[in-house]
């Protein structure tokens, strides 16, 4: 009987360890780290901040999720906050902001506006409307360029901290 439980034993940490690795690459595929890095979502997000975000489908992003955008390419600043590019920087390869319209929604603007969002494109915002280069700016964005939707913040430098209840 004891030979059994050790052998049983022994089948479930080698399960184990074979899923540890599974779950860490989906883990990985399915979810990553963003850095905030300007204004333009003040006071939702700060500079600085890091955000934890799940690569979903576009067809799962919802009017005010927080997204990340790819950026169309290295030499088109379309979308990037103006105050954050400066010659000679390399420039962001992606942006975070609200989703304000989806495809058929009337677009965020003066109340005239009869304009809506085309189809597989998002109609996208800074929370600091002051300072965020955004789709008021640039039009609507493909759907194609949705790369992820910010889950929370985790404070970038953030440790847990464990105490020290060791006689003095």
């Given at each position: 009987m004891k030979?059994?439980?050790v052998?049983?034993?022994?089948?479930?940490?080698?399960?184990l360890?074979?899923?540890?690795?599974?779950a860490?690459f989906?883990?990985?595929?399915?979810c990553?780290?963003?850095d905030?890095?300007?204004?333009?979502?003040l006071?939702?997000?700060?500079?600085?901040?890091?955000?934890?975000?799940?690569?979903?489908?576009?067809?799962?992003?919802?009017?005010g999720?927080?997204?990340?955008?790819?950026?169309?390419?290295?030499?088109?600043?379309?979308?990037?906050?103006?105050?954050?590019i400066?010659?000679?920087d390399?420039?962001?390869?992606?942006?975070?902001?609200?989703?304000?319209a989806?495809?058929?929604?009337?677009?965020?603007?003066?109340p005239?506006?009869?304009?809506?969002?085309?189809?597989?494109?998002?109609?996208?915002?800074?929370?600091n409307?002051?300072?965020?280069?955004?789709?008021?700016?640039?039009?609507?964005?493909?759907?194609?360029?949705?790369?992820?939707?910010?889950?929370c913040?985790?404070?970038?430098?953030?440790?847990?901290?464990?105490?020290?209840?060791?006689?003095?």
């Open positions: 030979g059994r439980s052998c049983a034993a022994a089948v479930t940490v080698t399960a360890a074979a899923l540890v690795p599974a860490a989906l883990l990985r595929r399915r990553t780290l963003l905030v890095s300007g204004p333009s979502m006071p939702t997000y700060r500079d600085g901040d890091r955000l934890l975000a799940l690569r979903v489908p576009a067809r799962l992003v919802r009017r999720a927080v997204v990340a955008i790819r950026m169309r390419a290295a030499a088109d600043p379309a979308g990037a906050d103006k105050e954050d400066t010659p000679g390399p420039l962001p390869t992606s942006m975070i902001k609200r989703v304000a989806l495809p058929g929604d009337r677009m965020p603007g003066p005239s506006s009869t304009d809506v969002v085309p189809a597989r494109h998002v109609f996208v915002v800074g929370d409307h002051e300072a965020s280069y955004d789709s008021r700016h640039t039009g609507p964005v493909p759907v194609d360029l949705l790369t992820a939707v910010v889950l913040r985790i404070r970038r430098g953030a440790t847990t901290r464990i105490a020290d209840h060791s006689a003095r």
